[in-house]
């Protein structure tokens, strides 16, 4: 998530709206991986080898984006020297206590109110949205069955950095939500409509939600997200993203067997048949998807199973896509999957379609 240090006093949610990526960067922070000895009772359940294949990645992401933008890492009491000595010094760690790492659906989402200045000036207000959590689906449903402890990290996070706090009831986590800056947002039916997250609301009720807490005026529902996103149940960020206002990415197959193919041309369809809350209609762009990847015997073996986490079987389709890429100030942070023909070709896609930005 993107974090603005700015400090001011004002309680009411009104008259903000969701910050779009190139605006509001100044700071990234994100949580780490670092679950490395079973004696300090870190969670082994998430991700294989004891979290060591994820750390060096997230430290490669870490040290790409601090050369565009300040980033703090955040991990626990019992990893914070890990963290400390695996990253560089220009890179701040904080403590924090999680359950999971991903501070994009359990940190809080960032809003923003502009006002002019007696002197002509635009002055930027920030705030963050606590929404509601529950391990991506609640007991039966979820990932993991203990999520105290995500529940407080926005609360945290806007602690630390001296923001107001928003708090609301309705479950929802970032990576189903993504806006273009400008009234228009958009998410998945299948998420947000999903009787493990709000099932006492309709969708005419979570759109409204959603327009008031993100001061958007049109919600694009696309019914799908990403095939194989079981986890989140479907986010819109590995489906759909918008590289800026009037032009989308959306996640593509050619091939007409992949159960992707059908989601993508449902997708699509609604996309091409609607019009943004200015009334633009939409520029669709297609990112492939590579693979279809799997998980290998291999890596299931070396994630450690708990009755109380979701199991991680061999086998299980992956929900690797390009779309959920990070926008920094500088630069674009786009995944890479070991695929050379759809990994070269997203480069080339995303270097094409920033280039106009």
Excluded at 24 to 40: G, Q, R
Excluded at 87 to 98: A, Q, T
Excluded at 102 to 114: A, H, I, L, M, N
Excluded at 116 to 122: D, F, L, Q, Y
Aim: hydrophobic residues 40%.
């Amino acid at each position: 998530m993107i974090l603005i240090r700015v400090t001011f006093c004002f309680l009411s949610f009104q008259f903000f709206e969701i910050c779009s990526h190139p605006e509001c960067v100044v700071e990234l922070l994100f949580e780490t991986p670092f679950t490395k000895k079973k004696e300090k009772k870190e969670r082994l359940d998430i991700w294989r080898d004891n979290a060591l294949h994820a750390q060096l990645v997230f430290t490669k992401v870490a040290i790409a984006i601090s050369k565009f933008e300040p980033v703090t890492v955040c991990a626990s009491s019992a990893q914070w020297e890990n963290a400390r000595s695996q990253l560089p010094e220009n890179v701040r760690v904080l403590e924090m206590s999680m359950n999971d790492s991903w501070f994009r659906d359990t940190g809080p989402t960032f809003v923003v109110r502009k006002n002019g200045s007696t002197h002509g000036n635009i002055k930027q207000h920030i705030a963050g949205i606590d929404w509601n959590f529950n391990g991506w689906g609640g007991v039966d449903d979820g990932c993991y069955q203990d999520w105290s402890l995500d529940l407080l990290v926005a609360r945290k996070i806007l602690g630390v950095e001296k923001l107001p706090r928003f708090p609301h009831f309705i479950i929802l986590e970032g990576g189903s939500i993504h806006v273009d800056g400008e009234g228009t947002c958009l998410t998945t039916e299948e998420c947000l409509l999903n009787k493990n997250r709000n099932p006492n609301m309709t969708k005419e009720q979570i759109e409204d939600q959603l327009k008031a807490y993100l001061g958007v005026q049109k919600v694009i529902w696309l019914p799908y997200g990403l095939y194989g996103d079981d986890d989140t149940n479907g986010h819109i960020d590995n489906m759909c993203c918008f590289a800026r206002p009037g032009v989308v990415l959306l996640s593509w197959t050619d091939d007409e067997k992949d159960p992707q193919f059908i989601r993508s041309m449902e997708a699509e369809s609604i996309l091409s048949n609607t019009s943004d809350a200015n009334g633009r209609r939409l520029e669709i762009i297609k990112l492939h998807v590579p693979g279809p990847l799997y998980m290998t015997d291999e890596e299931a073996a070396g994630v450690v199973q708990d009755c109380n986490a979701k199991p991680r079987l061999p086998g299980t389709r992956l929900a690797a896509s390009y779309v959920n890429f990070y926008i920094s100030t500088g630069g674009i942070i786009t995944p890479q999957f070991g695929d050379q023909k759809w990994d070269d070709e997203a480069v080339r896609v995303l270097s094409q379609v920033f280039s106009k930005s």
